[in-house]
């Protein structure tokens, strides 16, 4: 069985850090693309980062560019989030997401880019003075 | 990026009923790469359907998905109670991944 365990959430400060994790089981972790999501109190959901199952690959939504950093632990089967510079907007339940393979003509390949067959539980980031 | 406009923003109905669900794009959707889910309060989102039509595993077959281009539609054939909740799109074609507001489906 799938199981995605997000923790570090919290209360920081505006201009402060937090590091977020996501421990991964039922699944090979390392063949997998991973994803965070978030989603602001009442609002919607919002992609903010996705990593390939190597980690050799990361991408940014524009609002967290150069603020946030995606990273995992193959050897440890999880994944991270350091957020720094937060700031009041970045308050959110934060979802971490596994993309399925895309299989094709015998061939599957792992999408960092691609839908979400498997989301955790959310951790609460509060971002206030 | 692709803005995806879901309307209505909510959808008042009984048990029984028929939703119909809108999303657009303001773009064309690259092959089709849709996605549905419903999240319920205080719950992840769960995945419906994918490729726009494409049911997930353990997704009873009341849930439907069509459409292509820039026109996806999610249908539920009779609302079961356990049916109300929010619904939102995502499209992965282009990146960056997005989401539409979502629909409240509400019983009335």
């Known amino acids: 069985e799938v199981q995605l365990l997000e923790s570090g959430g919290g209360l920081v400060q505006p201009g402060g850090s937090l590091r977020l994790s996501c421990a991964a089981s039922g699944f090979t972790f390392s063949s997998y693309a991973m994803s965070w999501v978030r989603q602001a109190p009442g609002k919607g959901l919002e992609w903010v980062s996705a990593?390939?199952?190597?980690?050799?690959?990361?991408y940014y939504a524009d609002s967290v560019k150069g603020r946030f950093t995606i990273s995992r632990d193959n050897s440890k089967n999880t994944l991270y989030l350091q957020m720094s510079s937060l700031r009041a907007e970045d308050t959110a339940v934060y979802y971490c997401?596994?993309?399925?393979?895309?299989?094709?003509?015998?061939?599957?390949?792992?999408?960092?880019?691609?839908?979400?067959?498997?989301w955790g539980q959310g951790t609460l980031v509060t971002v206030s003075s | 990026e692709i803005v995806l406009t879901q309307s209505p923003g909510t959808l008042s109905l009984s048990p029984g009923e028929r939703a119909t669900l809108s999303c657009r794009a303001s773009q064309s959707v690259s092959s089709s790469y849709l996605a549905w889910y419903q999240q319920k309060p205080g719950q992840a989102p769960r995945l419906l359907i994918y490729g726009a039509s494409s049911r997930a595993a353990g997704i009873p077959d009341r849930f439907s998905g069509s459409g292509s281009g820039t026109d996806f539609t999610l249908t539920i054939s009779r609302l079961e109670p356990e049916d109300f909740a929010v619904y939102y799109c995502q499209q992965y074609g282009n990146s960056p991944l997005t989401f539409g507001g979502g629909t409240k489906v509400e019983i009335k």
């Open positions: 997401a596994k993309a399925p393979l895309y299989c094709s003509g015998g061939s599957c390949y792992s999408y960092s880019n691609y839908y979400f067959d498997y």
């Open positions: 990593i390939s199952g190597s980690g050799g690959s990361t």
